[in-house]
C-alpha cells in the first residue's frame, strides 16, 4: 500500500516538473525543475528496489548533471530571452501525442512474462558481481571510461581559449 | 490497484513523450540538452522496470541503465562545451539562428 502511494505521488511530481521543464519561460527555474524531476526519477528506482541506482542517479544527476547545465545557462546569458518555441510547436506537439498513443498502446497490450520471484535486495553487491565478476560485464567497463576520457578531452579542446 | 510493470512503462513513455516535444519544439539549445536528459531518464526507468519485473534476480536491466548514466554524464560535458564555444563565436545559442550547415 505505501508502495503505491509512494509511486503515484512520485510519478505526478516527474511528470508535472518534466512538464515545467519545457512550458516554463524562465530558464533558470526550468533547470530547478529539472533537477526536481531527476530526484522523482531516484524515488521511482527506490519503489523498483534499486537502490544503488537511485544513488547513482542522486550524486550523477542531480549533482554533476545538473551543476553542468546551471553552469551553462549562467555563462550564456540567455535567460534574458526566455525559452520561445520555435515554428515547429504544433507538429512538434502532434507527433509527440502520436508517439506516446502508439507506444503505450503498445506497451498495454503486450502480455509481458511477469516472474513472480521478489527483487534481489540489496543490490549493490550482486551489481558488482555482475560488472566486474566472470561472464560479467568487463568489457563494456574497460570502454567506459576510455569514453569519459575522451568526452573530458572533448570539452577541455571544446572551450579552451586561443 | 496494484501497482504493475505497466505502470512504469506508461510513465516512463510520458516522460520520454514530454522530452520529445521539447527537443523538437525549443529554441535555446540548453532547454533541448535538458529535454534530451529527460527522456534518458525515461528509458533509464523502463530499463529498471523490466529488469525488475520480468528477470528480478539478474539485474541486468540495472547494468544497462548505469551504462546509459555514463553515456548521459559524457554527452551532458561534450554538449555544453559545444553551446558554450557557439555562444562564444555567435553570441546567441537560438537553435533556429544556428544555421552554417543548413542548405
Known amino acids: 500500500m505505501g508502495l503505491e502511494i509512494a509511486f503515484w505521488i512520485l510519478a505526478i511530481v516527474g511528470i508535472g516538473a518534466a512538464l515545467s521543464v519545457v512550458l516554463l519561460r524562465n530558464v533558470f527555474r526550468a533547470a530547478l525543475s529539472l533537477i526536481l524531476c531527476f530526484l522523482a526519477v531516484a524515488g521511482i528506482f527506490i519503489t523498483l528496489s534499486a537502490d544503488f541506482l537511485a544513488a547513482v542517479q542522486v550524486l550523477v544527476y542531480v549533482g554533476a548533471i545538473a551543476i553542468l547545465i546551471i553552469l551553462g545557462i549562467m555563462l550564456t546569458r540567455e535567460v534574458q530571452r526566455g525559452s520561445p518555441a520555435n515554428?515547429?510547436?504544433?507538429?512538434?506537439?502532434?507527433?509527440?501525442?502520436?508517439?506516446?498513443?502508439?507506444?503505450?498502446?503498445?506497451?498495454?497490450?503486450?502480455?509481458?512474462?511477469?516472474?513472480?520471484?521478489?527483487?534481489l535486495e540489496p543490490t549493490t553487491q550482486a551489481l558488482g558481481a555482475m560488472l566486474f565478476g566472470d561472464g560479467g560485464f568487463i568489457l563494456a567497463v574497460e570502454i567506459a571510461p576510455i569514453l569519459l576520457l575522451v568526452a573530458i578531452l572533448g570539452a577541455i579542446v571544446l572551450v579552451r581559449e586561443k | 490497484m496494484s501497482i504493475g510493470l505497466e505502470h512504469y512503462l506508461?510513465?516512463?513513455?510520458?516522460?520520454?513523450?514530454?522530452?520529445?516535444?521539447?527537443?523538437?519544439s525549443k529554441?535555446?539549445?540548453?532547454?533541448?540538452?535538458?529535454?534530451?536528459?529527460?527522456?534518458?531518464?525515461?528509458?533509464?526507468?523502463?530499463?529498471?522496470?523490466?529488469?525488475?519485473?520480468?528477470?528480478?534476480?539478474?539485474?541486468?536491466?540495472?547494468?544497462?541503465?548505469?551504462?546509459?548514466?555514463?553515456?548521459?554524464?559524457?554527452?551532458?560535458?561534450?554538449?555544453?562545451?559545444?553551446?558554450?564555444?557557439?555562444y562564444r563565436n555567435r553570441e546567441t545559442i537560438d537553435a533556429t539562428e544556428i544555421n552554417l550547415m543548413k542548405w
Open chain 2, 27 to 86: 529554441r535555446n539549445a540548453i532547454i533541448i540538452l535538458m529535454s534530451i536528459e529527460i527522456m534518458l531518464n525515461a528509458v533509464n526507468i523502463a530499463m529498471v522496470a523490466f529488469s525488475r519485473y520480468i528477470v528480478p534476480e539478474l539485474l541486468t536491466g540495472q547494468l544497462f541503465a548505469i551504462f546509459i548514466m555514463v553515456v548521459a554524464a559524457a554527452e551532458a560535458a561534450v554538449g555544453l562545451a559545444i553551446i558554450i564555444t557557439i
Open chain 2, 10 to 24: 506508461i510513465l516512463s513513455v510520458i516522460l520520454f513523450s514530454i522530452g520529445l516535444y521539447g527537443a523538437l
Open chain 1, 87 to 119: 515554428r515547429l510547436r504544433i507538429p512538434a506537439f502532434i507527433v509527440a501525442v502520436a508517439f506516446l498513443g502508439v507506444v503505450a498502446y503498445a506497451m498495454v497490450n503486450t502480455p509481458w512474462q511477469i516472474a513472480s520471484e521478489a527483487p
